[in-house]
C-alpha cells in the first residue's frame, strides 16, 4: 500500500484529535464528579436521572410546604390557646360575679373586666397571618370574618378550609371557618333556660320550648321576661347594648303563651307578680357572651345568678370546642412532623440514586485520566518521529 505524506499527517491529527477529545471528557468528569454529562455517555441513565431530579425537585416544593402548613398550624394552635385562656377568664369572672353579696356598682367593674376580654376574644377572632389572610375566615381569606360590635357580631366567612398539599397524595387543612369555632359551640339541645324570680308564688312553674312546626332554631341568642301582672302575660326582651328593654308581641292560647317563635306553658304561672327570665342561646358565643355581660349590667327579676348559670353552661360548650378544635389542629401537627421525616428520608434516597446513575468513580476516572494522558504524549511523540522521516536526511 502506498503510504503518502498526507495519510501520515492525516492519521497522526486524527489520533491526536481524539486522544485530546476522549482526555478532555476524562478531564470534565474529575471536574464535575458525574459520569453522565451528556445523555449519549448513558442513554438509560440519563433518562432515569431526570426522572428522578424532577421527583426530588417536586419533593423539595413539599418541603416548603410543609413548612408554611406547619407555621400556620402553630399560629392557629397559639390563638385556639389564647381564645382558652380568655374563655377561661371570662368563666372565672362569671363564678365571681356569682357572689350574692355584690352591689350594683361591683357589678358594673365586672362588666367593664368582661366586655375587655370580649373584644380581646373578637380580635383574635380576626386573626391574620404573614400574608395578610383571615386564619378564620374559610376560603374568603381577604374578607374580616367576624364582623360588628357588642351585642351584634355576625359571621361573613363562608365554610371552607384552606389547604395546602405537603405529599404526592395529603392536602393538609391549614385554616379554619371561625363558624366551625366561634359559630358553632353547642347544638340546641338544651339550649332554652327558664329561671324564676326570687319573690314568685309556691309551685310557679313554667316549660318552654321551641314552636314545633315548624322549629324556630334561627331565632336563638334572647333573653326574656315574662310577667304577669293578674290579667295578661307581658313580654320583654333585654337586648345587649340597648339601654331599656324591648316590648315583645305574645298570644296566649289556652295555657300556652308564645312569642318569637317559642312556646312557654303558663298552667302553673297564674299568679300576680310572678316572673320569670327566659334565656335561649345562641350557637355564636360571642352572641351568648353578649347576653351574659349585658344581664349583669341589667339584672332582671331573676337577677345575676341566671345570667351567670347561663354563661357557666355556654362558655363551658365553647371551651369543649376550643380544645376539640385544639386536639384536631395537634394531631395535625404530629402528622406534619411526620412527613417533614419522610420528606427528608424521600430527599436522601433520591440523593442516593442520582448518585450511583450520575457520579463517576474518581479512581477509575483519574486512573483513566492519567492513561489517556500517557497515550496522548505517547502518540504526539510517535508522530514527530514518523513526520520527521525524509530521504532528504540522508542524502549527502
Known amino acids: 500500500m502506498r503510504v503518502s505524506t498526507n495519510m501520515i499527517y492525516d492519521k497522526g491529527v486524527g489520533t491526536i484529535q481524539q486522544l485530546w477529545s476522549s482526555l478532555l471528557h476524562a478531564q470534565q468528569e474529575v471536574a464535575t464528579g458525574r459520569r453522565v454529562l451528556t445523555p449519549?455517555?448513558?442513554?438509560?441513565?440519563?433518562?432515569?436521572?431526570?426522572?428522578?431530579?424532577?421527583?426530588?425537585?417536586?419533593?423539595?416544593?413539599?418541603k416548603l410546604n410543609l413548612d408554611t402548613a406547619t407555621d400556620n398550624l402553630r399560629l392557629l394552635e397559639n390563638k385556639l390557646a389564647g381564645m382558652g385562656e380568655i374563655l377561661q377568664y371570662m368563666r372565672e369572672g362569671a363564678v365571681g360575679a356569682g357572689n350574692g353579696i355584690l352591689t350594683q356598682k361591683e357589678l358594673d367593674f365586672f362588666v367593664i373586666d368582661m366586655r375587655s376580654q370580649f373584644e380581646s376574644l373578637l380580635t383574635l377572632s380576626n386573626t391574620q397571618d404573614v400574608s395578610g389572610n383571615f386564619l378564620f375566615s374559610g376560603y374568603r381569606a381577604d374578607v374580616q370574618p367576624f364582623q360588628g360590635a357588642y351585642g351584634n357580631v355576625h359571621y361573613e366567612g363562608d365554610q371552607g378550609t384552606r389547604t395546602i398539599q405537603v405529599s404526592s397524595s395529603r392536602f393538609m387543612p391549614v385554616s379554619l371557618p371561625g363558624s366551625d369555632l366561634f359559630d358553632n359551640t353547642r347544638t340546641m339541645a338544651g339550649a332554652i333556660n327558664a329561671f324564676g324570680s326570687t319573690g314568685n308564688s309556691a309551685g310557679a312553674s313554667v316549660t318552654v320550648d321551641?314552636?314545633?312546626?315548624?322549629?324556630?332554631?334561627?331565632?336563638?341568642?334572647?333573653r326574656y321576661e315574662v310577667g304577669f301582672d293578674g290579667t295578661n302575660y307581658n313580654v320583654i326582651e333585654y337586648i345587649p347594648g340597648n339601654p331599656t328593654p324591648v316590648p315583645v308581641p305574645a298570644t296566649l292560647a289556652g295555657s300556652t303563651l308564645s312569642f318569637n317563635g317559642l312556646e312557654m306553658d303558663v298552667s302553673n304561672f297564674t299568679a300576680a307578680g310572678d316572673s320569670f327570665e327566659v334565656f335561649v342561646a345562641s350557637k355564636n358565643v360571642f352572641t351568648n357572651l353578649g347576653i351574659f355581660i349585658d344581664t349583669l349590667e341589667k339584672p332582671g327579676s331573676s337577677g345575676v345568678i341566671s345570667g351567670v348559670k347561663f354563661a357557666l353552661d355556654n362558655i363551658d360548650h365553647a371551651l369543649d370546642t376550643e380544645l376539640r378544635v385544639r386536639a384536631q389542629v395537634g394531631s395535625q401537627l404530629v402528622e406534619l412532623e411526620q412527613l417533614d421525616n419522610i420528606n427528608t428520608d424521600m430527599n436522601i434516597q433520591y440523593g442516593d440514586t442520582l448518585s450511583?446513575?450520575?457520579?463517576?468513580?474518581y479512581a477509575e476516572a483519574i486512573s483513566r485520566?492519567?492513561?489517556?494522558?500517557?497515550?496522548?504524549?505517547?502518540?504526539?511523540?510517535?508522530?514527530?518521529?514518523?513526520?520527521?522521516?525524509?530521504?532528504?536526511n540522508y542524502l549527502q
Open 40 to 62: 449519549a455517555d448513558d442513554p438509560i441513565a440519563a433518562s432515569r436521572a431526570l426522572d428522578v431530579n424532577k421527583a426530588r425537585v417536586i419533593n423539595a416544593q413539599h
Open 210 to 222: 321551641f314552636v314545633p312546626s315548624p322549629p324556630a332554631l334561627a331565632d336563638t341568642g334572647h
Open 356 to 361: 450511583r446513575l450520575q457520579d463517576c468513580d
Open 369 to 392: 485520566l492519567t492513561r489517556l494522558q500517557t497515550n496522548l504524549e505517547a502518540s504526539q511523540l510517535s508522530f514527530m518521529r514518523v513526520s520527521g522521516l525524509s530521504l532528504f
